[in-house]
Nanobody, 124 residues
Framework: QMQLVESGGGLVQAGGSLRLSCAAS????????MGWFRQVPGKEREFVAA????????YYADPVKGRFTISRDNAHNMVYLQMNSLKAEDTAIYLC?????????????????WGQGTQVSVSS
């Protein structure tokens, strides 16, 4: 089992920035691809960003390319999502997810583990 705990969400004005953190415990963190997804009530969960097990490869959904950056620190079992130039449409619950090696979670059916999520609200 792997436990994932997100933090860093909050309320921010449009154009602002937030940095989300995900702390992982349990299984070997470095043997998991990591990703961020988001969900709005009444809508399907959608992919935001992901990084492979080593952090050498990153993937982004089109709506966030150029604004969001995913990174990981395998020494400290952490993954981050830096979100810049936030827009009202980025408002959602953001969830951290992990997929066992060699997979990288880029679709909602990919993860083996999920965090509880952290709320991000962007006011226009």
């Amino acid at each position: 089992q792997m436990q994932l705990v997100e933090s860093g969400g909050g309320l921010v004005q449009a154009g602002g920035s937030l940095r989300l953190s995900c702390a992982a415990s349990g299984r070997a963190f470095s043997m998991h691809g990591m990703g961020w997804f988001r969900q709005v009530p009444g809508k399907e969960r959608e992919f935001v960003a992901a990084t492979n097990w080593s952090g050498e490869r990153t993937y982004y959904a089109d709506p966030v390319k150029g604004r969001f950056t995913i990174s990981r620190d395998n020494a400290h079992n952490m993954v981050y999502l830096q979100m810049n130039s936030l827009k009202a449409e980025d408002t959602a619950i953001y969830l951290c997810a992990a997929a066992r090696y060699p997979r990288t979670p880029t679709a909602p059916t990919d993860p083996d583990y999920w965090g509880q999520g952290t709320q991000v609200s962007v006011s226009s």
